[in-house]
Nanobody
Framework: QVQLVESGGGLVQAGGSLRLSCAAS????????MGWFRQAPGKEREFVAA??????????YYADSVKGRFTISRVNARNTVYLQMTSMKLEDTAVYYC???????????????WGQGTQVTVSS
């Protein structure tokens, strides 16, 4: 088990940037696949980005809707994963969740550990 705490959410204008952080507890952080998901009001939780663990070379994956705008990264020495968001759009407004699991995937059910979420609001 690993505990996850997101931070960095807030209000940003369309076209602006924001960086989310997710701090994890535990001594085996580097082995976990880490993902970012988001959920807008009235919609299902959807995949945003993921980065594999040490066994898979820290490969990154992105949803088509954020490819080229968002970047996921991790600093294992800090037990932290980041989501750098640029060229933000109104449709990026959602609660963003960090997740940890054993498989790098865009499927929510494959992740065992979730943070509490952080609100991101993009205004026009």
């Amino acid at each position: 088990q690993v505990q996850l705490v997101e931070s960095g959410g807030g209000l940003v204008q369309a076209g602006g940037s924001l960086r989310l952080s997710c701090a994890a507890s535990g001594r085996t952080f580097s082995r976990y696949a880490m993902g970012w998901f988001r959920q807008a009001p009235g919609k299902e939780r959807e995949f945003v980005a993921a980065i594999s663990g040490s066994g898979s070379g820290y490969t990154t994956y992105y949803a088509d809707s954020v490819k080229g705008r968002f970047t996921i990264s991790r600093v294992n020495a800090r037990n932290t994963v980041y989501l750098q968001m640029t060229s933000m759009k109104l449709e990026d407004t959602a609660v963003y969740y960090c997740a940890a699991g054993s498989v790098t995937t865009g499927t929510t059910k494959e992740y065992d550990n979730w943070g509490q979420g952080t609100q991101v609001t993009v205004s026009s």
